[in-house]
Each structure stands twice: as structure tokens, then as C-alpha cells.
């Protein structure tokens, strides 16, 4: 079993539709939970990070931790086709040294 | 300007040849990673280094090999012994091995023929 679970998709949603991204994870030492967004043929870019649980709101963007769960979400809001990328979750526990990354979720905004 | 630079950005190469990938990073950063990305399975740690003359494998070493001989420069090469070397190869670095952000690289695209 992988320590991160992301279903790779592809989803394909309308533009202006709530996209809800997820990640389940089996390592209850992560503290630090990050997404990251993959244009196609680019490197991926941090888009936002929480810690422990909770929301954390960025413009269109809500990130969600749920530590009993074990289970994180991504939503956007209002999505647009430049949103359309690959999304990535990271977890990272704290005292490691590296980031245990998600499979990605591929994303089409259609307009 | 500063940022992660990577070469070539595609590259070919016959069964049995080494190659070396490049990445440089301008960002005063002390550690470099190297991962490599497959269609359905994310990002995987193939080495990493936290300071210049220091690296560790990551979680899928075997072949390919590594040097940090100076703090800007973290090259990769695929060895003959790696089975299935055709991949996306992404070069990351960060302030230090336990920040949260990591800064990527362009990639380079590995064709073997």
C-alpha cells in the first residue's frame, strides 16, 4: 500500500464548476500537507500548504486536512480553463527529508 | 533571475549508453532532489542531496548515480543498468532538506530507442 493515495483521473469539468480534489494518505506522522499544480511539460509548482488540520483559503482555492480521517481535499472554486493542470498532494512529516508525493490528478476545465 | 534550469529538455539515447542529465539552480538553495515522473504514478525520490559532497538514495536508486560537487549543480546520470530509463526527469531544490516548498525545474524528457 502507498503511503499517499491520489486517483489520477482524468476529470473534466465545466468552467465555473466546484472541482473537489483528494488524497488519502496511511502515515500518521505527516503534519504538513501540500499541493502543488503541474502545467503539461512544466514543473510542478506549490500552490498552497497547511498544517495539521484544518481550512486554509487562497483567493478560489480551499485546502482541507482531516487527521482522524486521513484524508485531504482541494477545491476550486469558480474553475476556469487555465486551471485545467495536473494536482499533485505532498506530505511531509516533521524531522523527515523528503516529500512523500501523490500520484496526480489530471484536470480539464471544458468552456 | 533566479530559478532551476534544466538540459537538455528532451533527449535520446540507445540501450546500453550512459547519459547525464544537467541541473543548475541559482537560488542559493543547499539542497537538490531529483525525481522522476511516470504517467499514473507521481513523483518518485531517485537521490537527493542536503549539502554540497553529500547525497542519499532516495526510494528508487538503483541505476543511476549522482554528484554534488558544487552547491549550484546536482547532475544525474542514467546507467545502463537502469531497466526502463524512459521517463519525465524533474530536478527540485529547496532552502533546506526539511522545507516544505520545492522548486522544480523545467524536466527533461528521456527517450531510450
Known amino acids: 500500500q502507498k503511503e499517499v493515495e491520489q486517483d489520477p483521473g482524468p476529470l473534466s469539468v465545466p468552467e465555473g464548476a466546484i472541482v473537489s480534489l483528494n488524497c488519502t494518505y496511511s502515515n500518521s506522522a505527516f503534519q504538513y500537507f501540500m499541493w502543488y499544480r503541474q502545467y503539461s511539460r512544466k514543473g510542478p509548482e506549490l500552490l498552497m500548504y497547511?498544517?495539521?488540520?484544518g481550512n486554509k483559503e487562497d483567493g478560489r482555492f480551499t485546502a482541507q486536512v482531516d487527521k482522524s480521517s486521513k484524508y485531504i481535499s482541494l477545491f476550486i472554486r469558480d474553475s476556469q480553463p487555465s486551471d485545467s493542470a495536473t494536482y499533485l498532494c505532498?506530505?511531509?512529516?516533521?524531522?523527515?527529508?523528503?516529500?512523500?508525493f501523490g500520484q496526480g490528478t489530471r484536470l480539464t476545465i471544458n468552456p | 533571475d533566479g530559478g532551476i534550469t534544466q538540459s537538455p529538455k528532451y533527449l535520446f539515447r540507445k540501450e546500453g549508453q550512459n547519459v547525464t542529465l544537467s541541473c543548475e539552480q541559482n537560488?542559493?538553495?543547499?539542497?537538490m532532489y531529483w525525481y522522476r515522473q511516470d504517467p499514473g504514478q507521481g513523483l518518485r525520490l531517485i537521490y537527493y542531496?542536503?549539502?554540497?559532497?553529500?547525497?542519499q538514495k532516495g526510494d528508487i536508486a538503483e541505476g543511476y548515480s549522482v554528484s554534488r560537487e558544487k552547491k549550484e549543480s546536482f547532475p544525474l546520470t542514467v546507467t545502463s543498468a537502469q531497466k526502463n530509463p524512459t521517463a519525465f526527469y524533474l530536478c527540485a531544490s529547496s532552502m533546506a532538506s526539511g522545507s516544505l516548498e520545492q522548486f522544480f525545474g523545467p524536466g527533461t524528457r528521456l527517450t531510450v530507442l
Open positions: 497547511t498544517y495539521s488540520s
Open positions: 537560488l542559493n538553495h543547499d539542497a
Open positions: 505532498a506530505m511531509f512529516a516533521q524531522g523527515a527529508q523528503k516529500l512523500v
Open positions: 542531496s542536503q549539502i554540497v559532497n553529500d547525497f
